[in-house]
């Protein structure tokens, strides 16, 4: 069985809204969060004149497809050059522990060195899904044996009482064959969300095929299996497009044999490359938030999810 993503068109477009100065171009790795009745707040990733990326949001009704208000404010904003993500918030995804709403980030920052760093983080969110605190130091950081070089996009899910998993992204080296990174998708393990066990590899690779991994998406569907949506290029200079793999227990993965019917369109905001999918069900429907072209400088969209 094959999985068509129907395309419903373009939420949001960057360059036709009027900004502040944090929120100036893209809107990258969307977030929904169901807000009340068919309204999903969606937070993203935006930049301001030096590149880096703090977070904005807008207020989405799914079943109308419109937007109904967008925040003129960031919700949170990049921090100070001490701080782990000095230079970007990347949004990994939202998720619920100990009574705690929370959206997982990668905090990106330059080392004096000029080397980039990425570290995983987490900041809660107000009931009514304002900012309430950011995390001050990243929960997941690298080291010398799994993650020597820099983490990216996590997704945090409870798969247990008390036992949480993070999905992320590692860069584990560079290819000396075409000099592309190779960038995969790792697992750890936490029963406070605060201490992590790292468990390596989650999600088998083969270069130069499939070596750029990037934003995990997993949730537990009806059917008792557990599913993982990805953006993935190869080596050889490709744009990434989305994937799709599956575990019966959220520890051994295999990448689908059926293909994901979602691929570039002829012309417009999504005619390049396709990446970053957000899947998330709402009333009887499953839906999935994407972006386009580079890396979600033209906004991002939604399609529906039909099983053929």
Known sequence: ?????????????????????KLLTHA???VPVLLSGDIFRIFYSARDSMNRSSVGALDFNLVEKKIVNIHKKPIVIH?????????????????????????????WRIMDDGAWRGEIGSFLLTQDLFLDEVSKQPMIKIDKEIDPISLSYPWV??????????????????DENNNEMIHVINQAYSSDGLSWKKAGLALPYKKPKQQMFSRPCVFYNKSGVYEMWFSVRSGGGDTYRIRHAKSFDAKNWVHAKTPVKLDVSNTGWDSEMIEYPYVFSHKTNKYMLYNGNDFGKTGFGLAQLVHE
């Not at 921090?79 to 905090?107: C, T």
């Open 1 to 21: 069985m094959s999985i068509k993503c129907v395309k419903l068109g373009q939420i949001y477009d960057p360059s036709l809204q009027s900004h502040h100065p």
């Open 28 to 30: 990258s790795n969307p």
């Open 79 to 107: 921090g100070d050059h001490n701080s782990f993500f000095s230079a970007e918030i990347s949004l990994g995804n939202y998720y619920e522990f100990n009574n705690k709403k929370a959206i997982s980030f990668m905090g």
């Open 157 to 174: 899910l409870e798969t247990a009482p008390d036992q949480l998993v993070v999905w992320y992204g590692s860069t584990v080296g560079w």
